[in-house]
């Protein structure tokens, strides 16, 4: 895999034209890029910072989109799910074109395989500096027996009848 092989824009409508179909496929697992590209599209490029964000999608001409990442600085940079060929052609990307990044987050394999890359190339040492799950809601169910207030709970009257 070579670093080209990343297509890298600071367009949120061509990111969404090149990954989306990609993203919802597994929107659970995708949770952040999704509620992230639709914030930015609703409310503005540089709804976090300054920095223009930067969007990256890898591609192969036998399986269409493998992995992509957003990076909207001050943040870290957010990857999907990628091997370890893949994390070290986006860091050399990354790294040749000397964009600054403070930190990488994403599922586990795929933040530890680029922040090794990542390392390699510049450097930079890393640490973990947290780690987040995130629970998939299978089926919404109502709770038994339903809450209801009773005697002890708060009464808030509003106005007068």
Known sequence: MRPDDWQLTHD???FTARAAAFLRSRPA???????VLDALRGRG???YGEEAPLFGVLRDTEHGVRAAFLHTPP???HLTPIGPDGAEALA?????AGHPLAGVSGERGAAAAFSAAWRRRTGTPARIERRQRLYELAEPSAPQPPPRAGPGWPVRRTGTC
């Open 12 to 14: 949120p409508d061509e």
């Open 29 to 35: 697992l995708h949770t952040v890029p999704l509620t």
């Open 45 to 47: 490029l540089h709804l």
């Open 75 to 77: 943040f870290p940079l």
């Open 92 to 96: 050399a990307r990354l790294a040749d």
